[in-house]
C-alpha cells in the first residue's frame, strides 16, 4: 500500500511569511495526526483529527498554526506568521483505527530565516 | 502531564557489545512504542508493546515493558554498525486522545 505522502519536503521562508503543508493519509485511514519535530527532539502532537472532526488540538498553537481535513482524507497545516522557533520537521500520520498503529509520513522540512 | 524520559541520550558502543536503552513514563498508558528514525529520515515502527511483562524480539533488538514499574528497556544484543540511528520510545496519551508522547531520544552510534 502506498504510505503518507506530505509535500513539500523543504521550504525556507522568512519570518512572518506564511507557510502550508499537505499530508495525503493511507487510503482509508480514519485518523490523521500532525506532529512538530524540533532539532534534536522528539515529536511533538500538533493535533489528532478522527475523519474531518479534531479530537485533540491542546498543545497547536492557536495564534498562528491552524489545520483542517476537508472531506477527512487529505489534512493541510499552516503556519501564519511564522517565527524562527517554528523551524522543524513536520511530520504527518495516520491510522486506521484509533488504537492501530501509526505510520509516519517523510515530513516536510521547514527553515524560518 | 505525561512526561517519558529515555536515557541515555547518546550512546557510542562498539560493535558486538550488548547495551540497553530506558524508557521511563509518568503516568499509565494501555500501550508503548519504538521507533528508529535514520537522520533525514521519518520513523519506522520498530515495537508495539501492550500490556505488562510483554516482550518483543525482531533481531539483535528486544523490548520489553514493566507497566508497574512504568518503564520499558530495549536491549541491543551484539550491535552492528546498521543498528546506528536515532531510537525513540513513545507513550499513547490516552483518554478521548490518541497522539503520541515521545521521548528526547536515544543517538546511537555503532563503531566497527
Known amino acids: 500500500e502506498a504510505g503518507v505522502a506530505q509535500s513539500p519536503r523543504y521550504k525556507i521562508i522568512e519570518k512572518r511569511q506564511s507557510v502550508a503543508f499537505w499530508c495525503n493519509p493511507i487510503?482509508?485511514?480514519?485518523?490523521l495526526y500532525w506532529y512538530q519535530q524540533i532539532l534534536g527532539q522528539g515529536p511533538k502532537l500538533l493535533i489528532q483529527f478522527q475523519n474531518n472532526g479534531v479530537v485533540d488540538d491542546s498543545q497547536l498553537p492557536k495564534d498562528r498554526f491552524s489545520a483542517e481535513r476537508l472531506k477527512g482524507v487529505d489534512s493541510t497545516l499552516k503556519i501564519q506568521p511564522a517565527k524562527l522557533e517554528d523551524s522543524a520537521v513536520y511530520l504527518c500520520?495516520?491510522?486506521?483505527?484509533?488504537?492501530?498503529?501509526?505510520?509516519f509520513g517523510s515530513g516536510t522540512r521547514l527553515t524560518v530565516v | 502531564e505525561l512526561k517519558v524520559e529515555q536515557n541515555p541520550l547518546f550512546l557510542s558502543m562498539q560493535e558486538g557489545k550488548n547495551y540497553t536503552i530506558y524508557c521511563n513514563y509518568s503516568?499509565?498508558?494501555?500501550?508503548l512504542y519504538w521507533y528508529r528514525q535514520d537522520p533525514g529520515k521519518s520513523l519506522e515502527s520498530l515495537f508495539v508493546l501492550l500490556s505488562n511483562g510483554a516482550v518483543k524480539q525482531e533481531g539483535r533488538l528486544m523490548a520489553s515493558l514493566d507497566t508497574k514499574a512504568r518503564l520499558s528497556t530495549l536491549h541491543i544484543t551484539a550491535a552492528v554498525h546498521d543498528l546506528s540511528a536515532t531510537y525513540f520510545c513513545?507513550?499513547?496519551?490516552?483518554?478521548?486522545?490518541?497522539?503520541?508522547?515521545f521521548g528526547k531520544g536515544t543517538h546511537l552510534i555503532i563503531q566497527p
Open positions: 513513545a507513550v499513547r496519551s490516552g483518554g478521548g486522545a490518541d497522539g503520541l508522547t
Open positions: 503516568t499509565t498508558s494501555d500501550r
Open positions: 500520520a495516520s491510522s486506521l483505527r484509533r488504537l492501530d498503529g501509526y505510520t
Open positions: 487510503s482509508g485511514h480514519a485518523t
